[in-house]
Every structure is written in C-alpha cells, then in structure tokens.
C-alpha cells in the first residue's frame, strides 16, 4: 500500500516509454513507405492508449510534475513558436514566384505559428479570467 | 529563498520520504525536491504538511532574503 503510488508510476512511465518508441518506429516506416494515413492513426491510437493506462492504473500527477509539465509546455511554445514562423517567413520569401511548393510550406508554417501564438493569447485570457485579478474593486 | 525543516519533522516522527509523500499525496521525487530546497511547495501542501506533524506552517517553512 505505501508503495503503491511509487511503483504505479513507475509501472506507468515504462509503458509510456514502450509506447511512445513504438509509436515513433511506426511513425517512422509509414512515412518511409509514404502512408500518412497509418501514421496519424498510430499516433491518435499511441496517445489514447496512454491516456487510458494513466487514468486506470490510478498513477497520479503531483503539484510538482504539473509544475514540470506546464514549463515545458511554455518553453517548448516559447521557443517554436517564433522559429516556425520565422522559418515559414523566410521560406515564403525566398521561395515566392518561383518554387511554388515551397511557397506552399512558407505559408503553411507561417499560419500554423500564427495560429499558436492566437491559441496562446485566447488561453491567456481564458485562464486570466478563471484565476480572478480582473475584478473591480 | 524559503527554506524547511521537513528532513528534521520527518526524522522526528520516524517517516520515511516514501510514507511521507503517501500520506500528504504527493510523489517521493517531490519530498526529495521540498527537502533539498529544489521546489517551494504550494500553500495547501504547505499546510497538509504542517497538519501531519501538528505545528504550524511557520515552524516547517521559513522566509530567508536572498542578499
């Protein structure tokens, strides 16, 4: 019983990390053999399956791995964020009138980063009203 | 900076990090962290905490300025 929480995380963790490699292999051969299709689908599966273990084996996230978690978050969205869209922006630019495909991906990349940055901001705001601070006095 | 005193409550009532962290609901790796001044915990593990050992938040925690 005391050990309980310990080793179903730790029960978890490996088979998310099984999970996950497994997941990346597939990914890896269906874009090989060009199958997108297969590809989303083991990723969709692979996420819902670990989904799943997490909520029936009764592992728990502590203060501290939402701490973790959310930082990560943050830094990963920090960081590719603006190097997508400055990728896709430069892209765009060196590649317009004259490799149309590229021009494609230039532009792909550049709204993927401006609808992060817009998913952000509606998340900020969200989250600043349910947190309070916004109330008159 | 916050620094505690948990090793020494935790050693005084003969818990291990592991039955420390199951009774406040926590994990070990974050006892470990609290204990090594890694991680400030919240004020409601903060105060589960000062509840077990039966004193109050502020004979565990305490406020230091950095300087």
Same mark, same amino acid.
């Given at each position: 019983? @005391?050990?309980?929480?310990? =080793? ?6 490996? %088979? ?5 490699? @497994? ?7 269906? #874009?090989?053999?060009?199958?997108? /299709?297969?590809?989303? %689908? *083991?990723?969709? #599966?692979? =996420? ?12 728990? /996230?502590?203060?501290?791995?939402? #701490? ?5 978050? $943050?830094?990963?969205?920090? +960081? ?6 400055? +990728?896709?922006?430069? +892209? ?24 992060? !940055?817009?998913?952000? *901001? ?16 | 900076?916050? &620094? ?7 050693? =005084?009532?003969?818990?291990? $990090? *592991?039955? /420390? ?12 962290? !609290?204990?090594?001044? &890694?991680?400030?915990? *919240? ?5 589960? %905490?000062?509840? %077990? ?15």
């Amino acid at each position: 019983m @005391l050990y309980n929480t310990t =080793m179903k995380n730790k029960y978890v963790n490996n %088979l998310r990390f099984g999970l996950m490699t @497994l997941m990346a292999v597939i990914i890896c051969i269906s #874009l090989i053999n060009n199958n997108i /299709l297969s590809s989303i %689908l *083991s990723t969709i #599966l692979g =996420m819902a399956l670990i989904r799943f273990l997490r909520a029936k084996s009764g592992a728990e /996230l502590d203060e501290r791995d939402n #701490l973790i978690r959310e930082k990560a978050a $943050q830094w990963t969205l920090a +960081v590719f964020t603006p190097a997508i869209g400055l +990728v896709g922006f430069l +892209v765009f630019l060196f590649a317009r009138g004259k490799l149309l495909l590229w021009e494609q991906i230039g532009a792909t990349l550049a709204y993927i980063s401006f609808f992060q !940055i817009s998913a952000y *901001s509606i998340f900020i705001f969200y989250l600043n009203r349910k947190f309070g601070g916004n109330d008159k006095e | 900076m916050i &620094k505690n005193k948990l090793k020494v409550y935790r050693a =005084m009532h003969e818990l291990t $990090q *592991s039955q /420390l962290a199951e009774k406040v609901g926590i994990t070990r790796q974050t006892i470990i962290a !609290i204990e090594n001044y &890694k991680y400030n915990p *919240s004020l409601e593990l903060a105060f589960k %905490l000062a509840r %077990l050992f039966n004193v109050a938040i502020e004979d565990i925690f305490n406020y230091e300025d950095e300087k």
